[in-house]
């Protein structure tokens, strides 16, 4: 099974200013037809987690564009441009390129 | 608008059973994986199991292998989750998760979310 590590557990973050959280997986998460099937999903306090960016770099509908993802293979990184506080809350990656589907152990991002 | 609702979760002794359910509408859920999705108390998430949009193939997580089955009634738009053998690390909020990717082979995301269900399995 392929194992995700996310770093860090907890990020202390300012408004206005920049953050990055780095997922790594065991094995690669690059597919026959060229892309890596790597998600970024974020659970704000009380709600069910929402989808962020797939397939590693693209930003699900209606995502503000403060968030990216970048990276190929086995080393991935979400940037948030520029952190506003409705930022906060656990930001998890997950790889889909395989069954069993798996999760990184989450980051909480917090003012 | 997608809509994803969860039901059939409780309180449950340690080796009965429980089928939670997950009915669908806003979209064609015909074309659709649907996957189970898992957040034990205070814990992060994790991947249960994934039904292909024509049923033709499963898949579950190693924890949870030879004991749920996941099946879809596409006139019913529903899917459903039959646990079996259930044990005290059963327990979770059970999340119903659409796949944004039509009729895909590999998974690309999780774009649409219900509310839960919550399990518990305890003596």
């Known amino acids: 099974d392929i194992v995700m590590t996310q770093s860090p557990l907890s990020l202390p973050v300012t408004p206005g200013e920049p953050a990055s959280i780095s997922c790594r997986s065991s094995q690669s998460l690059l597919y026959s037809n060229g892309y890596n099937y790597l998600d970024w999903y974020v659970q704000k306090p009380g709600q069910s987690p929402q989808l962020l960016i797939y397939l590693a770099s693209t930003r699900a509908p209606g995502v503000p564009d403060r968030f990216s993802g970048s990276g190929s293979g086995t080393d991935f990184t979400l940037k948030i441009s520029r952190v506003e506080a409705e930022d906060v809350g656990v930001y998890y990656c997950?790889?889909?390129?395989?069954?069993?589907?798996?999760f990184g152990g989450g980051t909480k991002v917090e003012i | 608008e997608v809509q994803l609702v969860e039901f059939g979760g409780g309180l449950v002794q340690p080796g009965r059973s429980l089928r939670l359910s997950c009915a669908a509408s806003g979209f064609i859920f015909d074309d659709y994986d649907i996957h189970w999705v898992r957040q034990g108390p205070g814990k992060g998430l994790e991947w249960v199991s994934r039904i292909s949009w024509n049923s033709a193939t499963a898949a579950y997580a190693d924890s949870v292998k030879g004991r749920f089955t996941i099946s879809r009634d596409n006139a019913k738009k529903s899917v459903y989750l039959q646990m079996n053998s259930l044990k005290v690390e059963d327990t979770a909020l059970y999340y119903c998760?659409?796949?944004?990717?039509?009729?895909?082979?590999?998974?690309w995301g999780f774009g649409s979310w219900g509310q839960g269900t919550l399990v518990t399995v305890s003596s």
């Open positions: 998760v659409k796949d944004i990717g039509r009729m895909t082979t590999v998974t």
């Open positions: 997950m790889q889909a390129v395989q069954f069993p589907l798996g």
